[in-house]
């Protein structure tokens, strides 16, 4: 199981699908293990009840079908499929237009999407999903990228309130991949994934969901920090050692 997850966390966001596959063809005993650890590149469906897209993943599946938040309808459609209680559900539908504001003004297009549910310990889950195409032709284009994404997981655990305090757990991962294929480039092709943890104990006077949106905001910076120094700054590190720019020769005047 160690090995596998191992793997699974080198091998390159576009073929991890087919691994996952493969992997689980080889440990059917640990299938659930690795469904719930593995993260993979995030899907889109389209709601057709209110014309808008949602992003697929194991937090709002239920067999083949995927629960929407914009109409909280299974598509395929399913007759027995999990719903969040009537509170949960208003919270729900008030972070999913919280978070589309925040994913517009941070990602400048992309899709979003929140998920809630309750969990054992009288508390709920939160997953707070983003997904941005920085490709020629995806949301928000800028031209730059042939091919690119970026898609980003938020899970918070929240605890049962005790005196107007409440724990959250929150675990992250973001998943990067990105290709470049023109003159001033050449052909580049980059791609990684980290995940991080955070724990805090906060207060309830402002809401659970200005304390969530707090810690992912927090989150996120500090991912996309860690992503800058790891991934592109290494990047740099290793092209400048491996061709390292031409000495500038000084200039030699003419005998007089």
């Known amino acids: 199981m160690e090995a596998a997850l191992g793997l699974m966390r080198r091998i390159h966001p576009k073929h991890s699908e087919t691994a996952l596959s493969a992997l689980l063809g080889l440990l059917p005993h640990h299938s659930s293990d690795l469904l719930s650890q593995v993260d993979q590149p995030l899907q889109v469906l389209c709601d057709v009840d209110s014309g808008k897209e949602f992003i697929l993943c194991e937090y709002n599946r239920d067999a083949d079908s995927y629960r929407s938040p914009w109409s909280n309808k299974y598509h395929p459609p399913l007759e ?16 999913n237009e919280v978070f589309s504001i925040y994913r517009d003004q941070y990602y400048e297009g992309g899709i979003s999407s929140v998920y809630m549910w309750e969990d054992e310990n009288e508390g709920f889950v939160g997953c707070f999903l983003i997904k941005k195409d920085g490709s020629k032709t ?7 990228l042939q091919e690119g994404s970026w898609d980003a997981i938020h899970v918070i655990e929240v605890g049962p309130d005790e005196e107007g305090i409440t724990h959250y757990c929150l675990t992250s991962t973001v998943m990067l991949s990105l290709t470049t294929n023109d003159q001033s480039s050449g052909t580049f092709s980059l791609s990684g994934s980290i995940r991080r943890q955070m724990n805090m104990d906060l207060s309830i006077a402002d809401g659970h969901l200005c304390n969530m949106g707090k810690m992912i905001e927090e989150m996120e910076s500090k991912l996309r920090n860690s992503l800058d120094q790891v991934y592109f700054g290494k990047t740099k590190e290793m092209v400048c050692t491996l061709r390292p720019p031409a000495e500038v020769l000084p200039m030699r005047l003419p005998d007089s």
């Open 138 to 144: 995806g949301h928000g284009r800028r031209g730059y």
């Open 80 to 95: 027995d499929g999990p719903y969040p209680s009537s509170e949960l559900r208003k919270l729900e539908i008030e972070a």
